[in-house]
């Protein structure tokens, strides 16, 4: 911790001292927005951009998500992304890895990028009935017993 270090850290004490102000976390807003072309992708990005508390916004065109890094509210964000007049919503997606049931009706989205899946919060879908469960495991690789034709 060198001088600089030590003068962020006596000035975040003193401006600590001020109550009723909450200092906002550093965090990732993940959006899918609509975009077409070039231009779009720039109007998104430049209206993001001017943002307060934004560090940095990325933009992949090919899976039409949009993260913006920084001090930010995820309401804001939204909010701001749809004022460019493109449809907008939070990231509805998560790696299939992380979905106990990826295939599920519910769960699997055709639209979906690769490698993703609609996220749920329904625990009906990832619970599965007894005579499902012996379906599953009769092909596992983890059963013993399980069907050796495969």
């Known amino acids: 911790m060198g001088v600089a270090g030590t003068l962020d850290y006596f ?9 009723g102000k909450k200092k906002k976390q550093i965090q ?3 959006l899918k927005v609509r ?11 430049n209206a993001l ?8 916004v990325d933009v992949n065109l ?27 919503e939070l990231w509805p997606y998560v790696p299939y890895n992380l ?11 055709k639209k979906a990028p690769p490698g ?10 990832a619970t599965l009935s007894t ?5 599953t495991t009769m092909f596992s690789d983890e059963n013993p017993n399980a069907c050796s034709i495969m």
């Open 49 to 56: 951009s001017s943002l307060k508390g934004v560090k940095s």
């Open 116 to 125: 993703y899946v609609r996220v749920t919060e329904d625990t009906a879908i």
């Open 62 to 88: 090919k899976q039409q998500k949009v993260s913006v890094t920084g001090f930010v509210e995820p309401k804001k964000v939204l909010k701001k992304a749809q004022s460019t007049g493109k449809k907008a």
């Open 11 to 19: 000035s975040e004490l003193l401006s600590g001292a001020k109550k």
């Open 28 to 30: 990732t807003v993940d």
């Open 131 to 135: 005579v499902e469960e012996q379906y």
């Open 35 to 45: 975009i077409d072309c070039e231009g779009c992708k720039l109007k998104v990005k």
């Open 99 to 109: 979905v106990a049931h990826p295939y599920v009706t519910q769960v699997y989205d």
